[in-house]
């Protein structure tokens, strides 16, 4: 075979950056430039990735190269099965860059700094110049968001969303937010209350085409023992994969969910896992909707008064306030972010975790939801599974390889933050102002979870105790002395305080016996 002759740009285009008009197409000339594609195996099983996540990975990836084919955009892309693949990123780019010879590498900033180290390194060793263009699917900049956190001891939400509603005039009028706040809290967050919730409208799920149901069929075979369930059905993988059946789910969530949102954003129930929630996660994270039509579209719900504004307040500050924080933490935090341990957790994660065995029924149905679907909603993993994790003291490593694996949506600038930062308060409290702690009688509160489990939120010891509110007050005994030093933690401090040593003795005892219970 004639070798190929020399091109001007290779585009290194990752499977979550699949959006033909990034950054890094800006200049694209198809005479002198290429696209470069690869699935490479390293990349499911750095972390244990479960099949869901890795099957709407690989199925993305490939609907996306075919938009690329069919715009007659030249690429070379790696499939796993490709009996050459050296299954690693850099192994390929290496191996592209001797087969085309790039006078440069270009891409849009990648969401992993493993990634960049990684794609940076193949550029030192072969000379080939890396241009690394900013990734313009999001509001801010990682240099916007790093002047912002200049000098804070402090990083908090608050002031880095307001300050993006102000610079994009996002629910503003007059410089003032429109309706005199900039939170509507006090109205959103309510439980379904015994009744249940009223009738969910079925999200909108997709039928498996040819492209996908083969990549189940290969990850089922080449990843058997990922965890996680995956089939072909519509119960079994109905994500979008592409950018037109995104815009669907986009539409279909502003119409359909977008004004119950709000209300029942926090709340949980049984055997239901999509609720009122957006489910659009895994399209914005790998890019196939931006961060500006999502906002918009919301906007406009408000404006043509389909949806309330404490509803649409409430969806903005999710997408322009937490996402754009949390990337703005990963990217201004790593490396040193992923060592963080400050409350020195170090018990192991838990095997039901992998299998939802437990008896305990709110982590029973939301691991078991997550194994099936890849997804659970903000709360479930807040309040559920990181609450636990973080009243046992797992190792927060091993908590964030198992949410990194678990969901569609996990990419590690945005899984990372919110593990390490808003769950485990691992950073010490950089991100959030106080560890997100509580007893069972939360879960309780916001789902019927209690309702079916054998043990009882309201009791801290004895045998019908619930093991998140043995745990909550276990917690509290271990780390009193830094706790007490939290002017947002002195209420609960001063609870315990006033609980008597008997109390506390059958507690630990108990919190001990649990955490026996969980050995292998
Ligand atoms: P909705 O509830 O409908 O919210 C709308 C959108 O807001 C989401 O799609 C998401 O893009 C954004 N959003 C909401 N909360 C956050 C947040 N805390 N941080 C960043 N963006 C947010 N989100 C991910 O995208 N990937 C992850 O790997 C991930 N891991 C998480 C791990 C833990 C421990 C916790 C507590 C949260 C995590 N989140 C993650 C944030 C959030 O739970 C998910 O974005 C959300 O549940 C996705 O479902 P949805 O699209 O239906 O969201
Ligand atoms: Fe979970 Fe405790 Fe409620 Fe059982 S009683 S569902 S363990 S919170």
Redesign the pocket.
């Known amino acids: 075979m004639p070798k190929p002759s020399p091109i001007r740009h290779l585009l290194v285009v990752l499977g979550d950056q699949l959006n033909p008009d990034s950054t890094a197409f800006t200049d694209f000339d198809p005479k002198q430039d290429r696209v470069w594609m690869a699935e490479v195996n390293e990349e499911s099983t750095h972390i244990w990735s479960s099949k869901q996540r890795i099957a709407l990975f690989i199925s993305a990836m490939r609907h996306f190269a075919k938009e690329l084919g069919d715009s007659k955009i030249p690429l070379s892309y790696i499939a796993f099965e490709d009996p050459s693949n050296s299954q690693s990123l850099d192994g390929e780019l290496l191996k592209a860059i001797q087969a085309f010879q790039p006078q440069a590498l270009i891409m849009t900033a990648p969401g992993d700094w493993r990634v960049l180290e990684k794609i940076k390194g193949v550029s030192k060793q072969t000379g080939v110049p890396l241009e690394i263009r900013e990734d313009n699917y999001f509001f801010s900049t990682v240099r916007e968001f790093a002047e912002h956190a200049k000098g804070r001891k402090q990083l908090r939400l608050e002031y880095w969303y307001r300050e993006l509603r102000k610079k994009h005039s996002i629910l503003m009028e007059d410089g003032q937010p429109i309706g005199g706040e900039w939170n509507y809290d006090q109205e959103n967050r309510s439980s379904f209350g015994k009744e249940g919730p009223p009738p969910i409208p079925a999200p909108l799920r997709f039928k498996t085409d040819a492209i996908t149901k083969e990549v189940i069929r290969l990850v089922n075979e080449r990843f058997a023992n990922h965890p996680g369930e995956l089939s072909a059905s519509l119960e079994g993988f109905g994500w979008p994969v592409t950018r037109a059946q995104a815009l669907l789910v986009l539409t279909d969530f502003i119409k359909m969910r977008l004004p119950l949102?709000g209300q029942f954003?926090d709340a949980m129930w049984t055997k239901e896992p999509w609720l009122f929630?957006?489910?659009?996660?895994s399209a914005?994270?790998l890019k196939l909707l931006s961060a500006h039509e999502v906002v918009n579209t919301a906007q406009v719900a408000f404006h043509q008064g389909t949806a309330p504004l404490a509803a649409v307040e409430g969806?903005i500050r999710?997408?322009l306030g937490?996402?754009e924080y949390?990337r703005g933490i990963y990217w201004t935090q790593m490396p040193s972010y992923l060592e963080r341990n400050a409350l020195n957790a170090n018990a192991p994660l838990p095997a039901f975790f992998w299998n939802g065995n437990t008896s305990m029924n709110c982590l029973q149905e939301t691991i078991n939801q997550s194994l099936n679907t890849g997804?659970?909603?903000?709360i479930q993993?807040?309040m559920v599974t990181?609450l636990y994790t973080l009243l046992l003291g797992v190792h927060p490593k091993e908590v964030h390889a198992w949410?990194?694996s678990m969901?569609v949506?996990?990419?590690e600038w945005?899984?990372l933050p919110?593990?390490i930062g808003?769950?485990q308060f691992a950073d010490g409290g950089l991100m959030a102002s106080k560890p997100y702690i509580a007893t069972g009688k939360y879960i309780d509160r916001m789902s019927n979870y209690c309702k079916g489990c054998q043990f009882k939120p309201d009791q801290s010891h004895g045998q019908d105790a619930c093991p998140f509110t043995t745990l909550y007050w276990d917690f509290l005994m271990h780390h009193e002395s830094s706790m007490s030093k939290n002017p947002r933690m002195v209420m609960q401090v001063r609870n315990l305080k006033r609980m008597s040593d008997e109390t506390k003795a059958a507690i630990q005892a108990q919190a001990k016996q649990h955490r026996l219970s969980l050995q292998p």
């Open positions: 949102y954003q929630h957006a489910h659009i996660a914005l994270n969806f999710q997408i937490w996402r949390v997804y659970a909603h903000h993993r807040l990181g949410y990194l969901y949506d996990a990419v945005v899984e919110n593990v808003m769950s």
